[in-house]
């Protein structure tokens, strides 16, 4: 069974950090690629960052660039997410998505075409 099990989500003061982890299961880790998505209250959902688990390749989306920072630890099947300097702006629920490395990132990220979905985790940023 493919399982992927967010955690680390909480409630925060503006300018605090909180690190989020992801853990994988149930199929070959180091074959797909992992994004973390958000979605606030009212909003669309969004792609704040991604990984290639072949070769560490991160992205970030300009909101989050210079304050997040995405990692892997094949080893333990986990991708994390280190959240800086949070401001009322990152107050969302975030998710976790994997998808094969086949296929162009646009397509995958922009859309929101993933193979597997977390079950979310909440991040409530107070100012």
């Known amino acids: 069974e493919v399982q992927l099990v967010e955690s680390g989500g909480g409630s925060v003061q503006a300018g605090g950090s909180l690190r989020l982890s992801c853990t994988a299961s149930?199929?070959?880790?180091?074959?797909?690629?992992i994004g973390w998505f958000r979605q606030a209250p009212g909003k669309k959902r969004e792609v704040v960052s991604s990984?290639?688990?072949?070769?560490?390749?991160?992205w970030h989306d300009r909101s989050v660039k210079g304050r997040f920072i995405i990692s892997s630890a094949n080893a333990n099947s986990t991708v994390y997410l280190q959240m800086n300097d949070l401001n009322a702006d990152d107050t969302a629920v975030y998710y976790c998505?994997?998808?094969?490395?086949?296929?162009?990132?646009?397509?995958?990220?922009?859309?929101?075409?993933?193979?597997?979905w977390g079950q979310g985790t909440q991040v409530t940023v107070s100012s």
């Open positions: 990984i290639s688990l072949d070769d560490g390749q991160p």
């Open positions: 998505a994997a998808v094969s490395t086949a296929g162009a990132w646009f397509n995958k990220f922009s859309f929101g075409i993933m193979d597997y």
């Open positions: 149930g199929f070959t880790f180091e074959n797909y690629d």
